[in-house]
């Protein structure tokens, strides 16, 4: 198999990998993290390393998961390096994500309508 689609494959797993803890500690940070927030034990960084920490397991599981299962019908490769350059664009590509659509949102680009619930 030619050198640089295994490349290819093999970060499309590391940033795969980036994508998920990204979605899983914004997700985690907006549910778990609002409800942490209101135990006086925990204050705002906590809050923010426990999601992130949970969010990186998860990724972790699923993603090891997901190379094995390639890596029994591929070769892949597997180096420390590209791991952090998949896990910086993953995250990267959510970041922007997030952003575009906070500013869209803030800044009525869209019309968002939120319904109200009327009593």
Not at 39 to 49: P, Y
Not at 50 to 63: Q, Y
Not at 80 to 103: C, E, F, H, Q, T
Request: some cysteine.
């Amino acid at each position: 198999m030619n050198k640089i689609l295994i490349f290819i494959i093999s970060m499309s797993a590391f940033i795969s990998f980036g994508i998920m803890d990204a979605i899983f500690e914004l997700f985690l940070e907006y549910t778990f993290g609002e409800k942490l927030i209101e135990v006086k034990f925990f204050n705002e960084i906590s809050v923010g390393m426990i999601c992130s920490t949970i969010s990186t397991t998860i990724a972790i599981l699923i993603g090891s998961y997901i190379h094995h299962l390639m890596s029994k019908k591929l070769v892949v490769f597997k180096h420390p390096v590209m791991d952090a350059l998949g896990v910086l664009l993953g995250k990267s590509i959510i970041i922007i994500i997030y952003l575009i659509i906070r500013n869209i949102i803030k800044y009525n680009i869209i019309s968002v309508k939120l319904k109200k619930n009327k009593k």
